[in-house]
């Protein structure tokens, strides 16, 4: 009986952690980037350092994944932005659980006026020299 519910829980474990990495974010490249224009509802942090960015007549949820710990500044855009057209370059991701209606879009580069205000490029490039 105690080896049936370790191999349960071992199984439960390995799936746990397969479903975190499978969630995993892939880096950006031409072939799973999409570009969405929109004007700006609002651009903020609701949880787990992410900055989210509200597009008007869309459902989307776009974020920067951990923006936060890059020190981007959100209040600073949200008040610049707001009512304003930009551009949202966005990562298609596989189907996860933690995303199964694929609402949340993670972002790659944020134009505005065609000047680059986010790069997660660069930002990672950056990180890693630290």
């Not at 570009?35 to 007549?57: H, M, R, T």
């Not at 596989?94 to 949340?104: S, V």
Request: hydrophobic residues 45%; proline residues 5%; glycine residues 4%.
């Amino acid at each position: 009986m105690l080896k049936k519910i370790l191999i349960t829980i071992s199984a439960l474990l390995i799936l746990a952690v397969g479903f975190v990495l499978w969630a995993k974010v892939p880096s950006p490249t031409a072939e799973n980037t999409v570009i969405q224009e929109g004007k700006v509802i609002a651009v903020c942090s609701p949880c787990c350092n992410d900055i989210v960015f509200y597009l008007e007549g869309d459902n989307h949820v776009y974020y920067i994944n951990h923006g936060l710990d890059f020190n981007l500044p959100y209040l600073a855009w949200n008040e610049e932005l707001k009512g304003k057209q930009i551009k949202v370059e966005w990562i298609e991701t596989h189907w996860n659980p933690f995303n199964a209606k694929g609402t949340h879009r993670p972002i790659s580069k944020v134009i505005f006026e065609e000047e680059e205000l986010y790069d997660m490029s660069s930002l990672n490039s950056m990180a890693a020299l630290e």
